[in-house]
């Protein structure tokens, strides 16, 4: 056993080679056993206390427990804490490499104790320990192995716990000071000498970034790649400076900031070089899509598609959908991320509750399936496929309620649909866009009425996008172009140049200022639709960019993700 895990049920859950089983036990029974009561522990090296009460008494007990390979130990109570009485019980652990004791009241006596006694510690967490001041942190320079500390709620920290920590841990990487409202720009100044650091978590602390001295000193985290910033009112002249003195941030976290009041705040960012990488062993990607409340983002590959958590740096995929045969073309998500709906080079359009694994639905096209939407009235999917045909999937029928084919033969290579509900439009093969207007009559099925042919490129139109203020039409094209058409007359506005191979994809953001374009390029841009210009390149791959998607919250309501 090298696992263990004590509960607040009185349970004790023990992986053992891979295998699981849950016995009841009585917890003080269960902690003098680990005390020389013949258990085999002695290949135990991580232990988790989960209790409704934790005594100092308990540490001493652990203290004896002559565990030689114990390297982690957690302490999480309701309650009580072990205090400093308790950091006296667990001296002799003296192999520890990481202790995690939020809330355990150890103060600064106690955090002397623990860092005289385990002298091998790399990290420690004392979360939400408001005994711990100023006062203990130069304690920590004993610790010589300690890379991540997390200090997070220690309420009697100030910038004179900085200084001290700029001194005692040179070698820190990871830091959290969260909800240290004693610590401003100057204390921040301090841990600017912290180069080894690559993650900080400045979150609800007295931080503004109004001296301008401590932006400039900023640039000396050159390591740096996470960096939170949630609940500080950062304004984009601020973005600007940290985006100047951390061009290789990699994660930067924003929520909570009501200065943030548009998406211009990313033209702040675009000083930002290094963008969060997930690998795609198993295919290339053909579309991305994010859920509506910015959890999860879908990647659709050939034959499945991998959906991964947006905020998280794990590469591994959270859930995986395969059924299709062949390439995954379009994916996309019903309002509330309920069920998701896919279609693919099999001549299917599929389905897929969220909730439960498996293909829910299945709807047959006879030909290769390019493009799928979701009507905004969450009861419709439109297809187009590579014979021209337009099928709308009738979700409460459960089958093809409509088929429009504007061009026989001619590949529908792009559908999108009004956020209103108004008018849909369809792409070909040949750069020529139609449009119908959706009625709604006196059943539920939608009635098309033709609108518009509106001869957009010479080549193939690979996306057209309606705004989300239903005033444009952005299509993309095989001739390297990118155009914007006003919705009213169909007339062009603006013509984006720059890439220079095919477009495939674009997206705008949610105030319609801006678009994101992918290319066979190998860069994907950021456009400033009120002058056309590209005001952010972005070139870290190496092969086409076939897709992009876009997390853009800021200003629809939600909290703001980077």
Known sequence: MTSLDITDSYYTHERVQGASRIRPVDRLALLQGLHGGGRPLASLTSLRLRLNELSPADAAVLGLCACPCLTSLQLDSNGSSIGVAGAQGLAPLSQLQALLAPAQSLGDEGLRIICVSMPRLATINLHNDGHVTDDGLPYLARLRHLTSLDLQGSISITNR??????????????????????VDDYG?????????????????????FTDATVLQALSQLSA?????????AVGEPQLEALAAALPGLQDLSLAYNSRLASFASLRALSGLSQLTRLDYADSQ???????????YI????????????VNSNDPQPVSSYEGHQGNVTAVGFQKDSKWMYTGGEDGTVRVWDLRSPGCQREYGSRAAVNTVVLHPNQGEL????????????????NACSCELVPEVGTAVRSLTVALDGSMVVAANNHGTCYVWRMLRGTSLTTHFEPLHKLRAHSGYILKCLISPDVQQLATTSS???????????????????GHTRWVWDCVFSVDAA????????????????????????????????TCCALNDSAIDGRDADS
Request: proline share 1%; with cysteine.
């Open 224 to 232: 740096l790649a996470r960096l939170r910033l949630d609940r500080l």
């Open 161 to 182: 716990g900085m200084s001290s920590l700029a001194q005692c841990v040179p070698q820190l990487q990871e830091l959290n000071i969260s909800w240290c409202a004693g």
């Open 382 to 397: 439109i297809s187009g496929d590579q014979t021209g045909h337009i099928r709308v999937w009738d979700l409460t029928a």
């Open 479 to 497: 001739d390297k172009s990118v155009k914007l058409w006003n919705l009213d007359g169909f007339s062009l506005e603006r013509t984006l140049t």
């Open 514 to 545: 801006y678009l994101v374009t992918a290319s066979s390029d190998a860069t994907a841009r950021l456009w400033d639709l009120s002058t056309g210009e590209a005001i952010r390149t972005y070139s870290g791959h190496h092969k086409a960019i």
């Open 298 to 309: 879908a990647a659709a590959g050939n034959s499945q598609v991998r959906l991964f958590e």
């Open 188 to 208: 921040l100044g301090q841990l600017c000498s912290l180069t080894a650091l690559t993650a900080l978590n400045l979150a609800a602390t007295g931080i503004s």
């Open 285 to 295: 990607v053909n579309k991305l899509e994010i859920t509506s409340e910015k959890q």
